[in-house]
């Protein structure tokens, strides 16, 4: 039973420090690794799930995946249609 929680309050607290990290970040600018610093709460959030059902977590972790990076990657896109100096 113990097992359950520690994947329930690993994943919160990646879930929770991933997003602050990403959002506030330790300055980087290079959208490469902002995609990767994304993954961090997409990890937590399967682990989260992992704990009610394997195949709830790993459906929710690759749509998670596939909805962050295209959007990344679309503003990326955008922000050098504009000439925006990244």
């Known amino acids: 039973m113990l097992d359950v929680y520690v994947w329930f309050y ?3 607290i990646l879930v929770i420090v991933g997003s602050i990290a990403t959002v506030i970040g330790p300055g980087v600018k290079d959208p ?3 995609t990767i610093n994304t993954e961090i709460p997409a990890v937590g959030i399967s682990m989260i799930f992992l704990t009610y059902n ?3 977590a ?5 749509a ?3 909805i962050i990076t295209l959007i990344l990657l679309r503003a990326v896109v955008r922000l050098e ?5 990244l």
Request: hydrophobic fraction near 50%; charge should be negative.
């Open 10 to 12: 690993t994943g919160c």
């Open 32 to 34: 490469v690794v902002r």
């Open 54 to 56: 394997h195949t709830i």
């Open 58 to 62: 790993l459906v929710t972790f690759i």
């Open 64 to 66: 998670a995946t596939a």
């Open 81 to 85: 249609e504009m000439g925006a100096e």
